[in-house]
């Protein structure tokens, strides 16, 4: 949260580090922070889009 402060949710992207941690624990960690559904889509998805010019 205090990246997300710092920065903002237009400037952090979603990751994992596979095969070192479990995807699925991990995605149910995103879905469960406590920020607006904007800023999820922008961390786990738009950004990256973005990014990769998607």
């Given at each position: 949260m205090i990246t997300l402060n710092l920065l903002g949710?237009?400037?952090?992207?979603?990751?994992?580090?596979?095969?070192?941690?479990?995807?699925?624990?991990?995605?149910?960690?995103f879905d469960a922070l406590d920020i607006n559904s904007a800023n999820l889509q922008n961390i786990g998805r738009e950004n990256a889009r973005k990014l990769m010019k998607l």
């Open positions: 949710a237009d400037r952090l992207l979603f990751s994992t580090d596979y095969p070192y941690e479990d995807a699925v624990a991990a995605a149910q960690w």
